[in-house]
C-alpha cells in the first residue's frame, strides 16, 4: 500500500474542501471497497478524508412522508429498521442479500451506492483497463465475459455494477442529496446518478469534484409487493449474475430495477407499462438494446425468468 496521508473532517463541507485542497483525496467511512482497492494498487490516494465524525447516522422521516437515510448509516442498520422493513421491504431484503454480514455492519450508504463498477479484468492490473488508466483498452472485451454487462455497455467498458442495494433504490426513485465544497447543496435523483461508460468509463456518477454525500431520501411508500430477487453463482458472498428489484401493485403495474447487467442499476420506465402483460413482454422491453456476448447471452433468458419468478410471488 503506498503511503498516505490522513485527516478527520467535522462537517460535510470541511470534508469537500479537504477534497478540493487534496487533488485525488478520497473519502472514507467503512471502508469496505477503497482499502480493498488500495492493497492492490489499484486505488493509490494520496490523501484520505475520515467521515466518520459526520452526524450523518440516523433514518429519519421526513414531512413529505418519506426517509431520510444519513450517508453514514451502516448497511445493517438500514436493512434492519422497522420502517424500512415495513415500507420499503425491496430494500431491505437488497441489503441482506449483499456481501457478507460482517461487512453490513461496516459498509455505509454512501460507500454502498459508491463501489466501483468493475470486472476480474480491472482487478488485473497486469491487464489493460480503461477504468485504471483511461485509454488503455478494455481487456474484458474478446476476455471471459460471462458475468459482465449485457445491455448499455460500450466499446470502452462492458464491467458491471455491484451494488444491490442501489438496485432497489433505483426501483424506489430514490434521490442523493449532496454537499459541494463551497456549501451549496444538490438533490440528484437516482436515475440520474449513474453514467454509463461511454468513452469515459472512470467517471462512474454524476458528483462534481469534492461534492459529498450527506444522505438518501425516499418518497412515500409504494405500498405493493415489493420484492429483492438474486441470482448468483454462491448462496453468499457473491455478485449477482441477475437481479430484480420490483414494486408491483394489484393490477399488475409496477416498477422494476435489474442488477448484474449493466454498468449501473438498470431501469427502464418506458417499459413497464408491459409488466401486466407478463414478463416476456416486459423484459423483451426491458432489454430492447441488450448485445449480450457469447458468453452471458444467457443472462437476458435469466432475467426474463428471474422477472417471471417476481411476478408470480407478488400475485400469492
Same mark, same amino acid.
Given at each position: 500500500?503506498? =503511503?498516505? $496521508?490522513?485527516?478527520?473532517?467535522?462537517?460535510?463541507?470541511?470534508?469537500?474542501?479537504? %477534497? !478540493?485542497?487534496?487533488?485525488?483525496?478520497?473519502?472514507?467511512?467503512?471502508? $469496505?471497497?477503497?482499502?480493498?482497492?488500495?492493497?492492490?494498487?489499484?486505488?493509490?490516494?494520496?490523501?484520505?478524508?475520515? !467521515?466518520?465524525?459526520?452526524?450523518?447516522?440516523?433514518?429519519?422521516?421526513? =414531512?413529505?412522508?418519506?426517509?431520510?437515510?444519513?450517508?453514514?448509516?451502516?448497511?445493517?442498520?438500514?436493512?434492519?429498521?422497522?420502517?424500512?422493513?415495513?415500507? &420499503?421491504?425491496?430494500? @431491505?431484503?437488497?441489503?441482506? *442479500?449483499?456481501?457478507?454480514?460482517?461487512?453490513?455492519?461496516?459498509?455505509?450508504?454512501?460507500?454502498?451506492?459508491?463501489?466501483?463498477?468493475?470486472?476480474?479484468?480491472? &482487478?488485473?492490473?497486469?491487464?489493460?483497463?480503461?477504468?485504471?488508466? =483511461?485509454? @488503455?483498452?478494455? @481487456?474484458?472485451?474478446?476476455?471471459?465475459?460471462?458475468?459482465?454487462?449485457?445491455?448499455?455497455?460500450?466499446?470502452?467498458?462492458?464491467?458491471?455494477?455491484?451494488?444491490?442495494?442501489? !438496485?432497489?433504490?433505483?426501483?424506489?426513485?430514490?434521490?442523493?442529496? $449532496?454537499?459541494?465544497?463551497?456549501?451549496?447543496?444538490?438533490?440528484?435523483?437516482?436515475?440520474?446518478? &449513474?453514467?454509463?461508460?461511454?468513452?469515459?468509463?472512470?467517471?462512474?456518477?454524476?458528483?462534481?469534484?469534492?461534492?459529498?454525500?450527506?444522505?438518501? $431520501?425516499?418518497?412515500?411508500?409504494?405500498?405493493?409487493?415489493?420484492? &429483492?430477487?438474486?441470482?448468483?453463482?454462491? %448462496?453468499?458472498?457473491?455478485?449477482?449474475?441477475?437481479?430484480?428489484?420490483?414494486?408491483?401493485?394489484?393490477?399488475?403495474?409496477?416498477?422494476?430495477?435489474?442488477?448484474?447487467?449493466?454498468?449501473?442499476?438498470?431501469? !427502464?420506465?418506458?417499459?413497464? *407499462?408491459?409488466? =401486466?402483460?407478463?414478463?416476456?413482454?416486459?423484459? *423483451?422491453?426491458?432489454?430492447?438494446?441488450?448485445?449480450?456476448?457469447?458468453?452471458?447471452?444467457?443472462?437476458?433468458?435469466?432475467?426474463?425468468?428471474?422477472?417471471?419468478?417476481?411476478? %408470480?410471488? *407478488?400475485?400469492?
Amino acid at each position: 500500500m503506498n =503511503p498516505f $496521508t490522513y485527516e478527520r473532517a467535522r462537517t460535510p463541507a470541511e470534508a469537500a474542501s479537504a %477534497a !478540493v485542497r487534496n487533488p485525488g483525496a478520497r473519502f472514507i467511512a467503512g471502508g $469496505t471497497n477503497l482499502l480493498d482497492l488500495m492493497k492492490l494498487q489499484i486505488e493509490t490516494p494520496a490523501h484520505l478524508i475520515d !467521515v466518520n465524525a459526520l452526524a450523518l447516522n440516523k433514518i429519519e422521516a421526513i =414531512p413529505e412522508g418519506g426517509l431520510r437515510i444519513g450517508a453514514l448509516v451502516r448497511n445493517t442498520d438500514l436493512a434492519s429498521d422497522e420502517r424500512v422493513r415495513r415500507d &420499503y421491504a425491496v430494500l @431491505s431484503r437488497a441489503i441482506s *442479500a449483499g456481501a457478507s454480514g460482517q461487512i453490513r455492519n461496516k459498509a455505509t450508504t454512501a460507500g454502498n451506492l459508491l463501489q466501483r463498477t468493475r470486472c476480474p479484468y480491472f &482487478y488485473d492490473t497486469a491487464q489493460p483497463c480503461n477504468k485504471r488508466t =483511461p485509454g @488503455s483498452g478494455c @481487456s474484458a472485451i474478446g476476455g471471459v465475459t460471462r458475468a459482465l454487462a449485457v445491455v448499455g455497455a460500450s466499446n470502452s467498458c462492458i464491467a458491471t455494477h455491484p451494488s444491490d442495494m442501489a !438496485v432497489a433504490m433505483r426501483a424506489l426513485d430514490a434521490t442523493v442529496e $449532496t454537499v459541494k465544497p463551497d456549501g451549496s447543496t444538490r438533490r440528484i435523483p437516482i436515475a440520474e446518478f &449513474y453514467r454509463l461508460p461511454g468513452d469515459t468509463p472512470q467517471i462512474e456518477t454524476a458528483l462534481e469534484g469534492g461534492e459529498i454525500i450527506t444522505a438518501v $431520501t425516499l418518497p412515500p411508500p409504494a405500498g405493493g409487493a415489493q420484492i &429483492y430477487r438474486k441470482v448468483r453463482d454462491r %448462496a453468499s458472498y457473491a455478485f449477482a449474475l441477475v437481479s430484480v428489484a420490483a414494486v408491483v401493485q394489484r393490477d399488475g403495474t409496477g416498477r422494476v430495477a435489474l442488477g448484474g447487467v449493466a454498468h449501473k442499476p438498470w431501469r !427502464v420506465e418506458k417499459a413497464e *407499462a408491459e409488466l =401486466p402483460r407478463g414478463a416476456k413482454v416486459a423484459m *423483451a422491453a426491458i432489454m430492447a438494446d441488450a448485445r449480450p456476448t457469447r458468453d452471458n447471452a444467457f443472462k437476458v433468458a435469466l432475467a426474463e425468468r428471474t422477472l417471471a419468478s417476481v411476478l %408470480a410471488e *407478488a400475485k400469492v
